[in-house]
């Protein structure tokens, strides 16, 4: 198991789900996955569910939450979400509370040897939030599940060493796709989710202010392809000059973590 780094679990419109580690601190983001493929990916790592320090909610919508329900039953790591997202989560699983760690959106707490900083994001949930995650040796951030990047939240990014950054669909393979047309409304608008080139050009800003890896995540399974957002976002950054690696994390789970250290070769 590889330390100071991200292991996506699952990524996409059928489920999300990471987990960071810095040093002995084990943070899962998102728990989109069955409580059973969680448990197999962390037994792949020599992990257990009970080894995790936290989990950590970016919202509401049954595509993060997706294994909740039988975590709260099984398990008692802390799961953490804003007020919004704790109150909308209530409303359907009232058991969730015992473990809810409820705070306010843009709020920084901290997680064994982790500074945690919350930031708001435009989506059409309850209270939607992106994070930073801050130690000694590194600064991370996660950025998904968001319309467009406001400048207060590139500014956080622009910090990071490594990025998780969402690259949702393709403008033309929406417009064309089988969605109808208040879905495609929905995906398309300022808060609904990140397009390839909105996602390459914030890749070329945060680029250009040293973030050295960004892993394109939350890609449509009918509105983009792991070729069409590597290619846009790659192509955004040659013209720009700019060397930082890219990946696109898949539906399943990565062979490879995605490192926060420069002076560590990425995978």
């Not at 398990?75 to 979400?81: E, G, N, Q, S």
């Not at 009232?94 to 705070?103: E, G, I, N, S, V």
């Not at 900083?117 to 951030?141: K, N």
């Not at 250290?261 to 990425?266: D, G, H, I, M, N």
Request: proline letters at 4%.
């Amino acid at each position: 198991m590889e330390q100071n780094c991200y292991y996506s679990i699952a990524s996409g419109s059928s489920g999300n789900c990471g987990l960071y580690i810095a040093g002995n601190t084990r943070i899962l983001i998102d728990l989109g996955v069955s409580v059973r493929r969680l448990t197999a990916a962390l037994r792949r790592l020599g992990l257990t569910i009970e080894m995790l320090d936290a989990v950590l909610l970016t919202h509401e919508h049954i595509d993060h939450v997706k294994g909740l329900a039988t975590f709260v039953k099984r398990h008692t790591v802390p799961v953490y979400a804003t007020k919004g997202t704790a109150e909308a989560l209530l409303t359907k699983n009232p058991d969730a509370k015992k473990l809810l760690r409820p705070y306010w959106g843009g709020e920084t707490f901290t997680i064994g040897t982790v500074d945690v900083q919350s930031f708001l994001t435009p989506h059409d949930a309850a209270e939607s939030v992106g994070y930073i995650l801050r130690t000694h040796a590194h600064t991370f951030g996660f950025a998904t599940d968001l319309g467009f990047v406001p400048s207060a939240v590139q500014k956080l990014l622009l910090d990071c060493d490594a990025v998780v950054l969402e690259s949702n669909h393709d403008l033309d393979m929406l417009r064309m796709g089988p969605y109808p047309w208040p879905l495609k409304q929905r995906v398309g608008g300022s808060h609904g989710h990140l397009s390839n080139p909105d996602c390459a050009a914030c890749a070329v800003k945060l680029a250009e202010h040293g973030v050295h890896t960004i892993l394109l995540a939350h890609l449509s399974e009918h509105n983009n392809t792991p070729v069409t957002a590597l290619r846009e976002t790659r192509a955004a950054l040659d013209a720009a000059g700019l060397a930082c690696e890219v990946y696109v994390a898949p539906k399943d789970e990565m062979e490879h973590p995605i490192r926060f250290q420069l002076e560590v070769q990425a995978c």
